[in-house]
């Protein structure tokens, strides 16, 4: 295994100085479907999305990779802005990632606990699902191409009604979906396959919001309380009418929820 390239796409720009947030992708979405409905809400942050491997504008990955290998590449990505120049030192930096890019928000606070001033871990949990189930998922979409769980991802990913409502964000992400490479889109599965920090959480030092979509069945609210009781600042939210992608179902809601918790005091 190695850490895998991945690329950003910067959705909104608040000028020199603004604090930044690095918002994380789920698993089958570009950051750029999921994110630009709440960074278009988000006043006064640039917000900058980064995407899985095989997906949106990242490269396949040649090879499998772990949890701890994505958050060494997410925070490669924020040294590399650093060293460019594209994001100075004295900006306030915070990260929200959903579903496995929460998951990588998790293991970036264990791993490179100065990174983020803030962490917001939104439809995600400290272990998602079971190996057989995600291995199993591996072998499906490694044969058949993602299309393959396409009708299952729309019946996780969308309250009841999104679809019909907001036929734009929801095409786009499943767009995202199926265009995004099956062996990446296989690796990531493995990757959470062998995630589990639930013993862990109380190694994460930043402030940690945790956020659940109440129509989520994947990662319901318990998830999020489990991840606020486990860190020693941690807090929990629950977002009404959204299933598993709240920054798209929701935005305006995320967007508040994430401003509030970003600019209290810590």
């Not at 604090?19 to 942050?45: C, E, M, R």
């Not at 890019?101 to 079971?130: H, N, T």
């Not at 956020?211 to 009781?229: H, K, N, Q, W, Y």
């Not at 009418?241 to 209290?264: I, M, R, V």
């Amino acid at each position: 295994m190695s850490v895998p390239q991945i690329k950003a796409t910067q959705l909104s720009n608040a000028g020199p100085g603004a604090p930044v947030l690095i918002a994380g992708p789920s698993l089958g979405t570009s950051g750029t479907a999921l994110w630009s409905s709440t960074a278009a809400q988000l006043d006064g942050y640039t917000v900058i999305a980064w995407d899985l491997p095989g997906h949106g504008n990242s490269p396949a990955a040649a090879e499998g990779f772990s949890l701890e290998d994505l958050a060494a590449a997410v925070h490669g990505l924020v040294d590399s802005a650093l060293s460019a120049g594209d994001l100075s030192a004295s900006q306030e930096l915070y990260y929200a990632g959903v579903s496995l890019g929460g998951a990588v928000g998790l293991q970036l606070g264990l791993d490179y606990p100065q990174a983020f001033r803030k962490l917001a871990i939104l439809c995600s949990g400290a272990k998602i699902g079971d190996a057989e189930g995600w291995e199993a998922r591996a072998e499906t979409v490694r044969g058949q191409g993602t299309p393959a769980v396409l009708i299952g991802s729309a019946q996780r990913w969308f309250a009841e009604g999104f679809i019909e409502r907001d036929k734009e964000t929801s095409a786009a992400l499943l767009h995202s979906l199926q265009d995004a490479d099956r062996f990446s889109y296989a690796y990531c599965c493995q990757a959470l396959a062998g995630f589990d920090v639930r013993e862990r959480l109380d190694g994460i030092s930043a402030p940690v919001l945790a956020v659940a979509g109440a129509e989520d069945v994947v990662t319901p609210p318990s998830f999020a309380e489990l991840i606020a009781a486990g860190v020693p600042d941690g807090r929990s939210a629950v977002v009404s009418h959204a299933a598993h992608l709240a920054p798209a179902e929701q935005p305006a809601e995320t967007a508040k929820l994430l401003s509030s918790f970003f600019g209290t005091a810590n």
